[in-house]
């Protein structure tokens, strides 16, 4: 089967794991930073098997980590609340 690729690269990434309990939720990210992401970085919810680039300006769209991660307002508002810390 021939394969007709768009990129193939390997790219050294800084990866973070990080577990932190909110008011009613326990969260386990996994956070990687690359230069293929323009200065946002991935975040992977390992808990529930979602992921999303995430930059400064997504956390100021409002709905945005709700629909994304599928998580209700005061989560969602927990885990922006995090990663404001993180990316700013």
Known sequence: ??????????EDTKTRF???TGESQRYDL???????????????????GRFAIVGSDDLEE??????IYN???????????YLQELIF
């Open 1 to 10: 089967m021939e394969r007709f690729f768009l990129y193939d690269d390997v």
């Open 18 to 20: 990080v577990s932190f």
């Open 30 to 48: 996994a956070i990687l930073q690359s230069a293929r992401f323009f200065g946002k970085v991935l975040v992977l919810d390992m808990q529930h």
């Open 62 to 67: 409002p709905g945005y980590l709700e629909q």
């Open 71 to 81: 998580r209700p307002e005061d989560e969602a508002q927990e885990l922006r609340e």
